[in-house]
């Protein structure tokens, strides 16, 4: 069965009706809730409480209020997009990362004469050399990847793409 509801003073949901409660001295079947419209119901002070509308796909809800429009209530969200997954949200592995270099046409020899165009420093060039030859876990926020992209004529949306790709690789 329906669920029917009052409506406050100020237009907020009220209570939940139940047939056993009367109207103006007059008890109304429980079969109203599904057999009369929304102006006959609002029309004796009844009104009912609608679903929100279904949220589309790539969105998600981040907030939820009811509202009246003057024959019933009803459930509003207030969307917003769903963040897409980001690089920074994927580690790799170092066979992921070998695959990145693969996907990009990029050899371990460029890297080192990248690090070597960036970094003169020589125990920050030898720190970063080992960062990228004896890593663990590679984090795309690592300033080297921006650093040494353009070197090795690299883009930062080419890096995002074969990072996005290498990811999914076990």
Known sequence: MDQLYTRNPDNTLGARWTPRERIDGIQYAASIATKWSDAELAAIGLFRL????????G?????????FNGTCFQWQNTLEDIPLPSPLDFPLNPAQFDAILAL???TVEQIDVAI???????????????????ATVYRRENDLFTVLGPI??????????AWMQAKDLR
């Open 59 to 67: 969105k998600q809800i981040v907030g939820s209020e009811i509202v």
């Open 116 to 134: 070597d165009t960036a970094i003169n420093d020589p125990t920050q060039n030898a720190f970063a050399k080992a960062k990228v030859r004896k």
């Open 152 to 161: 090795v004529n690299i883009t930062d949306t080419q890096i995002d793409e």
């Open 50 to 57: 609608i679903e929100a509308e279904p949220v589309p796909v």
């Open 104 to 106: 990009l046409g990029i």
